[in-house]
Every structure is written in C-alpha cells, then in structure tokens.
C-alpha cells in the first residue's frame, strides 16, 4: 500500500484527493510495491526562503524541493508505522501559480509537475 499524506500552509486550492491517485499511480508504475508513505507539502513563498537558507544556505524563492531522510541534518521523526519512509516534497504554491501563467499551463498540470519531479528526485532521479 502507498500511503500519501498532504499537508498545506495555507486554504490553498488543492484537490487532494485527485493529487493522492495520481502520486499513488506514479509510484505503482515505478516500481513501488511495499508499504511506502511519502509526505507533499505546499508552502508560501516565505516558507520556501526559510527552508532554502536552512538547506541550501542561500534565501531564493524555489518551485520545489525534496528530501529523504539521509538528506537532511537530523532525521526526520515519523509516526511509529511499518511504511517505509520515502521522504517530503515541498512545493511552493504561490510560485506554481507564477509558473502556471507564465508555462501558459492550467495550475492543476504546473502543481503535477513540480511533485512528479520532486517524486522523482525521492526515486533517486537527479539533474545532470
């Protein structure tokens, strides 16, 4: 079982359902099949430069981030489960709408993208 948990900062208008089938089917068609729980999270933009100069020691306003647990100082603290732990992507709502204008894309597809690439990064994806 995939297990997907949504937080967000703020009222932001987020199907969460929808987003949770999606992230569950992305996960399946990789690969995932063990009991795994991953974290999504959508910020402000504020948000976004506190977590920047925590991890990245710079204060720039990102789309997205992701983190596993060997990525970050000290550990994660996760409710006592049998899920293994994929890790947190965090994305910036505020700059999603930005990109979605800009992208000429509806918010739903931006916001897709910016998880799907974070997921990725979880599944040890990385930049070139």
Not at 20 to 44: M, N, Q, Y
Not at 54 to 61: A, F, T
Not at 80 to 94: D, I, K, R
Not at 101 to 112: H, I, P, Q
Request: hydrophobic share 40%.
């Amino acid at each position: 079982m995939i297990k997907v948990v949504v937080f967000k900062t703020s009222n932001y208008p987020i199907s969460t359902p929808s987003l949770k089938r999606k992230v569950k089917a992305f996960l399946a068609a990789k690969g995932i099949k063990s009991d795994t729980e991953v974290f999504i999270s959508f910020v402000s933009k504020p948000r976004m430069v506190q977590i920047a100069k925590k991890y990245l020691k710079e204060g720039s306003v990102h789309n997205v981030f992701s983190f596993t647990e060997k990525e970050v100082a000290s550990p994660f603290v996760y409710p006592p489960t049998n899920f293994t732990q994929l890790g947190e992507v965090v994305v910036c709502y505020p700059k999603a709408v930005e990109e979605a204008k800009k992208e000429n894309l509806t918010l739903d597809e931006k916001v897709w993208q910016l998880v799907e690439h974070g997921l990725m990064h979880l599944l040890g994806y990385h930049h070139k």
